[in-house]
């Protein structure tokens, strides 16, 4: 039995503990949010929270996240709030999508510990995930709006 | 009753949220959730509820290039909707949802905005002429005196009255449809043309967009599938033993694609498939290689081709000139890469199947899901999710991973709902590739610098042979088009010209990948042209301006992008500039490039891309669409190669075939030319001009030419 809390809720399953938590995250606790791309930690679609940090979760045993907290996508806020989510929205960023969640996941973990990001924080933070559909740039004016809306104390 | 049905039908097709929902709450919940009585459909393509919600039903598939957002603008336009109660729903596969001018249902050739642009328009102005028809009913009054805006219809009497769409659903419902209607003068567009926010970020903000790999369904199974590593080769026998024992494991059966290891997760059928012992016949494939192959390529280009275009006298030409150079330019096999590998998921009844993916050829894919099953087509239904990414390859002219995946469900035997999932290294050695090609091209150049003579010769497979469109494209010519396309339309004034085309075939399986032939042909020719102005000494940019002066459109992007780049401005040192332009799928692109070359490291700065699109719909879609094509193409350019040994492909994920990341990424600007032109395309006529804009701008800095992609300087000649 594997315990960990997964976007505030406490979880206990019956799993193989050398499974991926990817595919745990997916297909035991049915949160599809979380993408797969790679399998090898490549790409950055599977980029999860483990107490506040990015993980690529296509590569990191469940056993990693016993007695952990874990934040996926669907827990970076309830109502589409955060900041990066507010500012995805205002400069239209998505076009496939797919890669999306990893790339908000990796940039809040960028943004809390750099409020106020340079261009080359931003490559240095996110160039681990891969957009096949070419975001990026629209991605780097994202992080820079968001930044601009983060009230003191820094984001999530 | 079949209202409802529909109604279900399109609800189940429409999201992944709700089609979760339907599942878990069962349908009943839903179908109470709206009665069908509250629903005015006066046509394929629309539907408005008393809650005053439109919904559009698009015919195209979303795969990133904004058609959930740009289809229903111009639906909305006409209807005169308020655009924050307009939603969008995938439509089902109906010869009613066909693409107007390929005659079924594909998302392709960057076509989807211009081939909507009548339909949406018209579906928009009939169902805004009933509403307006209900209200005057209503109102008593002339309906020509009546005028709508923002979802409501306004009487015209002076008493500023107005009914809302909703308010007139029930009796809008029990009228005719007018035959013909009038759409509005383009002067007075509050939609088209506006940057209007795409209508499907939210749920790429949360988790909630269900692409085909996220859709679940109770007691669904997930299938991994052992193919051969080698084209062509076949099981000879396996041995399961092992893989039967692990947990999870429910069933493993031959198909006819290789062996199904079938389970109750994902991750269970993979470690079942890595204990999995097949022993192959590999076939004649075995001994294949890229490097052979483009030998071979060479040595065919040395001979004469079939001719695709000839004027004038090139040969004759080519021998009196002052001038002469040619050039062999190469570019590899590539793969699509979509961020989501494929997979499908399907469940089977006795009588009936449907399908869940991300498709974008769904009359074939659904012909070949029935073929498969055995079922008549109209026992079989396909959903269209969202794609995480298609660039062609989810238009598969065999259906192979759908019906792969209703092979694996017979294997189980019905009722069997079962997802079958690729990984990236089954989705990268699966084959569907972009060909691999060469161009050889001799030109000369007269005294005074002008070109006199011009002959090409393309190599390669061809891509449309076996596909739907063979006979449309291949009908009476002895070349594939899509080969030769951007090469046989070359715009420069050029007097004696000859374009020939060898068609190779190899048993490699080759399809469309974004921007098709023209990802190829637009490196060799814009880096031909490139390497005649330098024979003439003369300026890159200049140089073609001179050969396109009756060609006002190509000029327009060219000018606007050299004038936006401040071409002949000085650079730092290391530094260059190149120019490229190109024409596809109905538009004009230009790119200048700045690129820098620091220790042997090249890094792109900044791409500069004009675009003349004729009349455009959204240039905030737009502009992506430039960007990212950019991208796309810049990763090609830059890093992209399959290659072949021993019959095996040597790559086989993102370390190995990479993209470029946003380290590598440079700035980015688009430019977009005001026309009245007819609309073009722009999902794909953003990634041709990348590569040579590149190319051209490597020789601005070191001298030296790119004649093969992945650019390596180390090749440069």
């Known amino acids: 039995m594997i315990g960990f809390s997964v976007n505030g809720?406490?979880?206990?399953?019956?799993?193989?503990?050398?499974?991926?938590?990817?595919?745990?995250?997916?297909?035991?606790?049915?949160?599809?949010?979380?993408?797969?791309?790679?399998?090898?930690?490549?790409?950055?679609?599977?980029?999860?929270?483990?107490?506040?940090?990015?993980?690529?979760?296509?590569?990191?045993?469940?056993?990693?996240?016993?007695?952990?907290?874990?934040?996926t996508i669907e827990g970076?806020?309830?109502?589409?709030?955060?900041?990066?989510?507010?500012?995805?929205?205002?400069?239209?960023?998505?076009?496939?999508?797919?890669?999306?969640?990893?790339?908000?996941?990796?940039?809040?973990?960028?943004?809390?510990?750099?409020?106020?990001?340079?261009?080359?924080?931003?490559?240095?933070?996110?160039?681990?995930?891969?957009?096949?559909?070419?975001?990026?740039?629209?991605?780097r004016r994202a992080i820079h709006r968001a930044a601009g809306m983060v009230p003191k104390g820094g984001a999530r | 009753m079949s209202t409802r049905r529909e109604f279900l039908k399109f609800s189940v097709a429409a999201s992944g949220g709700l089609l979760i929902g339907f599942h878990s709450l069962g349908a009943s919940t839903l179908a109470l959730a709206q009665e069908p009585a509250n629903v005015f459909m006066p046509n394929a393509f629309v539907r408005i509820g008393t809650d005053e919600r439109v919904t559009v039903i698009v015919n195209h598939s979303e795969m990133g290039q904004g058609v959930y957002t740009s289809l229903p603008m111009l639906l909305a336009e006409e209807l005169d909707a308020d655009w924050s109660k307009v939603g969008f729903e995938s439509a089902p596969v109906d010869p009613k949802y066909n693409h107007p001018a390929f005659g079924m249902q594909i998302t392709g050739g960057s076509s989807s905005v211009?081939?909507?642009?009548?339909?949406?328009?018209?579906?928009?102005?009939?169902?805004?002429?009933?509403?307006?028809?209900?209200?005057?009913?209503?109102?008593?009054?002339?309906?020509?005196?009546?005028?709508?805006?923002?979802?409501?219809v306004f009487n015209g009497d002076g008493s500023n009255r107005k009914l809302t769409y909703g308010q007139l659903v029930v009796e809008a419902t029990k009228l005719t449809p007018p035959g013909q209607v009038q759409l509005k003068d383009p002067k007075t567009f509050k939609l088209i043309g506006k940057p209007m926010k795409r209508l499907d970020t939210a749920v790429k903000l949360d988790g909630k967009a269900v692409f085909g790999l996220d859709v679940k369904l109770p007691g669904m199974l997930t299938a991994v599938v052992a193919r051969p590593q080698i084209f062509g080769a076949k099981v000879k026998s396996f041995d399961d033993s092992r893989a039967r024992s692990l947990p999870g494991v429910i069933k493993i059966a031959q198909v006819p694609s290789g062996i199904a290891v079938i389970a109750d997760t994902f991750w269970q059928a993979k470690v079942a498939r890595d204990a999995l012992r097949v022993e192959w016949d590999e076939g004649a494939m075995r001994g294949f290689?890229?490097?052979?192959?483009?030998?071979?390529?060479?040595?065919?280009?040395?001979?004469?081709?079939?001719?695709?275009?000839?004027?004038?006298?090139?040969?004759?030409?080519?021998?009196?000139?002052?001038?002469?150079?040619?050039?062999?330019?190469?570019?590899?096999?590539?793969?699509?890469?979509?961020?989501?590998?494929?997979?499908?998921?399907?469940?089977?009844?006795?009588?009936?199947?449907?399908?869940?993916?991300?498709?974008?050829?769904?009359?074939?894919?659904?012909?070949?899901?029935?073929?498969?099953?055995?079922?008549?087509?109209?026992?079989?239904?396909?959903?269209?999710?969202?794609l995480g990414g298609g660039f062609g390859r989810r238009a598969n002219p065999q259906s192979d991973f759908v019906v792969e995946a209703v092979h694996v469900a017979t294997a189980i035997g019905a009722p069997a709902k079962v997802k079958v999932v690729w990984t990236r290294e089954d989705d990268m050695q699966g084959g569907w590739y972009r060909p691999a090609f060469l161009h050889a091209i001799e030109g000369g150049i007269d005294a005074t610098g002008n070109p006199v003579s011009w002959r090409s010769r393309s190599v390669g497979q061809s891509i449309m042979a076996g596909t739907p469109f063979e006979g449309m494209m291949l009908k009476g010519k002895e070349y594939d088009p899509a080969s030769v396309e951007g090469v046989d339309d070359l715009p420069y004034s050029i007097p004696n010209m000859t374009v020939e085309s060898h068609r190779v075939d190899v048993n490699v399986p080759v399809q469309?990948?974004?921007?098709?032939?023209?990802?190829?042909?637009?490196?060799?020719?814009?880096?031909?042209?490139?390497?005649?102005?330098?024979?003439?000494?003369?300026?890159?940019?200049?140089?073609?301006?001179?050969?396109?002066?009756?060609?006002?459109?190509?000029?327009?992007?060219?000018?606007?992008?050299?004038?936006?780049?401040?071409?002949?401005?000085?650079?730092?040192?290391?530094?260059?500039?190149?120019?490229?332009v190109h024409f596809a799928f109905g538009s004009y692109l230009a790119h200048v490039a700045e690129v820098s070359v620091t220790d042997g490291k090249i890094k792109v700065l900044r791409m500069v891309c004009a675009v003349d699109c004729g009349q455009y719909v959204n240039p905030g879609i737009i502009s992506a669409q430039i960007e990212g094509g950019a991208i796309f193409g810049a990763s090609a350019a830059l890093f992209q190669e399959l290659t072949f040994e021993g019959g095996h492909l040597q790559?086989?994920?993102?370390?190995?075939?990479?993209?470029?990341?946003?380290?590598?990424?440079?700035?980015?600007?688009?430019?977009?030319?005001?026309?009245?032109?007819?609309?073009?395309?722009?999902?794909?006529?953003?990634?041709?001009?990348?590569?040579?804009?590149?190319?051209?701008?490597?020789?601005?800095?070191?001298?030296?030419?790119?004649?093969?992609?992945?650019?390596?300087?180390?090749?440069?000649?």
């Open chain 1, 9 to 71: 809720k406490h979880v206990d399953l019956e799993v193989d503990p050398s499974t991926p938590l990817l595919w745990v995250i997916r297909d035991h606790l049915g949160l599809s949010g979380t993408k797969y791309g790679c399998g090898m930690a490549q790409c950055g679609a599977c980029t999860v929270h483990i107490d506040g940090e990015a993980v690529r979760s296509c590569v990191a045993p469940v056993s990693r996240a016993t007695g952990k907290v874990v934040t």
């Open chain 1, 76 to 139: 970076l806020s309830s109502d589409l709030s955060h900041p990066l989510q507010r500012a995805w929205l205002d400069e239209d960023v998505p076009q496939c999508g797919y890669c999306q969640s990893g790339q908000l996941m990796s940039a809040a973990v960028l943004l809390r510990e750099k409020p106020q990001p340079t261009d080359e924080d931003i490559d240095q933070a996110m160039s681990g995930n891969i957009c096949r559909c070419g975001t990026y740039p629209r991605i």
């Open chain 2, 114 to 152: 211009w081939s909507g642009l009548e339909q949406f328009r018209q579906a928009g102005a009939a169902a805004r002429a009933l509403l307006v028809a209900a209200a005057a009913r209503r109102w008593n009054t002339d309906p020509a005196s009546c005028r709508t805006e923002s979802g409501a």
């Open chain 2, 289 to 386: 290689s890229t490097a052979q192959m483009m030998q071979s390529f060479r040595e065919r280009a040395k001979t004469p081709g079939v001719s695709v275009r000839k004027e004038g006298d090139a040969p004759a030409a080519l021998a009196n000139a002052a001038k002469k150079i040619e050039a062999v330019y190469e570019v590899p096999y590539l793969s699509h890469l979509m961020m989501e590998p494929l997979n499908c998921v399907v469940d089977l009844r006795q009588d009936s199947c449907e399908v869940w993916t991300g498709s974008q050829f769904q009359t074939v894919d659904r012909a070949n899901a029935a073929k498969t099953a055995r079922l008549p087509e109209d026992k079989v239904q396909l959903h269209t999710t969202y």
């Open chain 2, 512 to 580: 469309w990948l974004r921007s098709v032939g023209h990802s190829h042909t637009a490196f060799a020719v814009e880096c031909f042209i490139d390497e005649l102005a330098a024979l003439a000494q003369k300026d890159p940019y200049q140089f073609r301006r001179e050969l396109l002066l009756k060609q006002p459109r190509y000029l327009g992007v060219l000018d606007l992008a050299a004038h936006k780049a401040g071409w002949g401005n000085p650079l730092p040192k290391g530094v260059g500039r190149g120019i490229a």
């Open chain 2, 651 to 717: 790559q086989t994920n993102f370390h190995t075939f990479p993209v470029m990341r946003m380290n590598e990424c440079p700035e980015i600007e688009t430019y977009i030319v005001e026309s009245n032109e007819k609309s073009g395309g722009i999902g794909e006529p953003g990634v041709p001009c990348a590569a040579p804009a590149i190319a051209n701008a490597l020789f601005a800095v070191t001298g030296k030419r790119i004649r093969r992609l992945p650019i390596r300087l180390t090749e440069a000649v």
